[in-house]
């Protein structure tokens, strides 16, 4: 379930924030793409509940669509 759940919140941001970068701009979804990526592992390291973990392994695939996908496109047009 841990995979899953990662590998649902990379879907649901690749259906969602990669339109968002066109839309509003790389820079400021990378960046708190950046930032939801730190809140999330600091959520993770702390927290002792499966369910929570389950929902922040989706935000952190999430988060990895912001840093990766957003920000390669970011890196590759600067």
Do not use: Q
Not at 12 to 19: A, D, K
């Amino acid at each position: 379930m841990f995979g899953s759940a990662f590998l649902f919140g990379i879907v649901v941001g690749c259906l969602t924030i990669t339109r968002m970068g066109d839309v509003w701009g790389r820079k400021p979804i990378y960046f708190s793409g950046l930032l939801m990526h730190i809140i999330v592992t600091c959520v993770i390291v702390f927290s002792a509940n499966v369910t929570v973990g389950y929902i922040m392994l989706s935000g952190m695939g999430y988060s990895l669509t912001m840093r990766y996908y957003i920000g390669y496109t970011y890196n590759v047009e600067m």
